[in-house]
């Protein structure tokens, strides 16, 4: 992927940057609540600072519905940018604010939630035109905003040629990432895909059927594989009209020689909250009043040693009710097994 990088920006000492940064942090009592993204977010615009840019960073937070929300505002994000810099970080409390623009080299601002504007969302040319007109420049570091056409990541990049727009260093890196799980993977390449649903991730399986040599199944979607073997699944969470989709995906993955594991045993219980049963039961054996909740003890050993012998692995979703303590075992024990792996290992997703 030819992908435009800071390296190659033209006439960048001094210039006035748009940074579309992703600072989506969760946000309690008034405080950043977790500050992984800002982190993130600190080499490139370090790196652009140290050049005597002057910037305005840009991002959007929460839901918000293309109006001003309070509660998704970007104030405390700027507090806690300011401090992780530990330099001035001025806000501007509107994203249009005729005065976004950082009269200082080496100055940064942070624009309020670009989702206070409709035309965010809406991909509006007109929207991006004004959001880009004072910058010289367009620096993209927003990797997990990437995929949405979005007027600040779609219509704001092709507002500027080439050379006069960039990658930041986590969109870089990231990107190389999936190249080496995209291109060349390193065999044997395992994918561990879980989650609620299959019909979320159907492009994913059928595109992973194709490069794996085993695809481990977890989360609420193995059980529509299970229905899908003529298995009873009893109060699981479950996609009838998925099954014939998940009988082909089994079907593609058996015409390829791809190992495709499905839980031997399953944790289940009478209910999420306050159950007053749980115990583990093997997968063709699942009680009719009963819902699954996580994958059990033998399905975890097989995982295990699965990705002990894997090269390259690809995770992506949750092996059961991971939010619940009782039901996260599945899927710490994919995460200490990656852990402890010599693999390269990619984890995607928002969970």
Not at 74 to 92: D, I, M, Q, T
Not at 168 to 180: D, K, N, Q, S, W
Request: charged residues 20%.
């Amino acid at each position: 992927m030819s992908l435009p990088t800071l390296e190659g920006l033209e006439g960048v000492g001094g210039a006035r940057i748009l940074a579309r940064l992703d600072l989506n942090v969760p946000i309690k009592d008034g405080r950043v609540a977790d500050d992984t993204r800002i982190t993130a977010a600190l080499p490139t615009l370090r790196w652009l600072l140290e050049r005597g840019c002057s910037i305005a960073a840009c991002s959007h937070l929460g839901k918000a519905k293309g109006e001003p929300d309070p509660s998704y505002s970007l104030a405390p994000v700027a507090a806690e940018l300011e401090k992780a810099l530990g330099r001035p970080v001025n806000f501007v409390p509107d994203c249009l604010d005729p005065s976004r623009v950082a009269a200082d080299e080496g100055s940064l601002l942070l624009l309020e939630n670009l989702r206070f504007y409709p035309g965010e969302k809406a991909n509006d040319p007109e929207f991006a035109a004004r959001l880009v007109e004072p910058y010289s420049h367009y620096v993209n570091d927003a990797f997990g905003t990437a995929h949405r056409a979005h007027a600040s990541v779609e219509a704001a990049a092709r507002s500027y040629p080439r050379g006069r727009k960039a990658a930041g260093f986590l969109m870089e890196r990231e990107v190389a990432a999936l190249g080496r799980v995209v291109d060349q993977p390193e065999q044997p390449f395992v994918a561990v895909v879980g989650g609620a649903k299959v019909s979320t991730k159907t492009a994913p399986l059928e595109a992973l059927v194709g490069r794996v040599s085993s695809l481990l199944i977890g989360g609420g979607m193995a059980n529509t594989f299970f229905l899908a073997q003529g298995l009873e699944v009893g109060r699981s969470l479950v996609e009838e009209e998925m099954v014939e989709t998940a009988q082909s995906v089994l079907a593609a993955a058996a015409e390829r020689g791809i190992e495709f594991v499905l839980p031997n045993d399953v944790v289940v219980a009478d209910a999420i909250d306050n159950p007053q049963l749980v115990e583990v039961v093997a997968s063709n054996a699942i009680p009719a009043e009963l819902m699954v909740v996580d994958i059990g003890p033998e399905a975890r050993a097989r995982y295990r040693e699965v990705l002990a012998a894997a090269r390259t692995v690809f995770w992506n979703g949750p092996m059961g009710v991971f939010e619940i303590a009782d039901f996260a075992a599945g899927t710490l024990a994919v995460a200490e097994a990656l852990a402890s792996s010599p693999a390269f290992s990619v984890v995607a997703g928002s969970e």
